[in-house]
């Protein structure tokens, strides 16, 4: 079994594969598993940044910290932290005539640094020699030009599982192989509801 290494851009995942689906509380143990058990899954790094509280939204921060509590149990994962940006820029509107523009304040949320950590912690790892196989949870092509090194140089196998319908062409030109992420494997990779940690019990968000 080849000692393989995962790497999951936090967010990308998110919003191309369970935004907007009951299959939030994931355990991406579980996930792996089903999808590659032919692999021995070595480490797992999950790469996010903590969510503010919005104003339509005010305990996005609590459901998010819940299910990182969540991940925190799983063996040989570890959780790497980017950050949030807000600003209130003011922007044209869409649709103004040129001879009458008008402009409106937006709240512009930027999450920054999870897709550097993941290069950096992706490419460290594979000149340290920590994996055989590598595995990309993600479909941003901002992370072409570390898979090239890794594929090209270090000669080191690159898996993409994507989670989004669309897939990367720069991406799916250089990885060993793309793999589609399964819809089914995502409703049987559940945290059970109810949890314990060193901490003491808690439990799935009831609304997400």
Known sequence: ??????Y??????????V???????????TLLGLTFPSNQIASIKYFTAR?????????QPVRQQTYLRALATIPDLSIIF?????????????????HAPQFVQVEK???KGSDVNLAT????????????????????SDLLEPLKIVRHELKKPVII???????SVQLARHATFIRQLRRGVLAASQFPSTMTDKDGTFHKPARW
């Not at 969510?51 to 305990?59: C, E």
């Not at 980017?82 to 040129?98: D, E, I, N, R, W």
């Open 1 to 6: 079994m080849k000692k393989t290494n995962v």
């Open 8 to 17: 999951i851009d936090g967010f990308n995942f998110y919003y191309g594969a």
């Open 19 to 29: 935004k907007g689906t009951p299959h939030k509380w994931l355990n991406f143990r």
């Open 51 to 59: 969510v503010n509280a919005r104003q339509h939204d005010p305990d």
């Open 82 to 98: 980017g950050h949030f940006l807000v600003s209130y820029p003011t922007m044209l509107k869409a649709g103004c005539p040129p």
């Open 109 to 111: 949320t930027e999450e």
């Open 121 to 140: 912690h992706f490419l460290s790892d594979g000149f340290k020699g920590l994996y055989d196989v590598a595995v990309l949870v993600t479909n941003d």
């Open 161 to 167: 599982l994507n989670p989004h319908r669309q897939q």
